[in-house]
Nanobody, 121 residues
């Protein structure tokens, strides 16, 4: 089994900062890309940022220049530093790990349970 756990959400005023963290653990052979997605009420889940094992990053246009994704391959962790937050950033943020299972060698996408980020105006 592979577990993905997020932490670091909360309530912040517009213009403030938050840092989200995520750790993947369990029967992992290898983790390829890791990333953050978010889902606002009544909307679909959208990509926020992803990062490969080699450090290549991809960001949604709406967060470029404000959010920074980073990763520790040795610890199977990924973080999202969010600065200059806006009310429209309010959503549940989900961590994703594209991992190869340690026993079956099956590549699967694993999700955390999500952490709420609320930005007040």
């Amino acid at each position: 089994q592979v577990h993905v756990v997020e932490s670091g959400g909360g309530l912040v005023q517009a213009g403030g900062s938050l840092r989200l963290s995520c750790a993947a653990s369990g029967s992992i052979f290898r983790i390829n890309a890791m990333g953050w997605y978010r889902q606002a009420p009544g909307k679909q889940r959208d990509l926020v940022a992803t990062i490969t094992t080699g450090g290549a990053t991809n960001y949604a246009d709406s967060v470029k220049g404000r959010f920074t994704i980073s990763r520790d391959n040795a610890k199977n962790t990924v973080a999202l530093q969010m600065n200059s937050l806006k009310p429209e950033d309010t959503a549940v943020y989900y961590c994703n790990a594209a991992a190869v299972h340690g026993l079956t060698r099956t590549p699967l996408s694993y999700w955390g349970q999500g952490t709420q980020v609320t930005v007040s105006s």
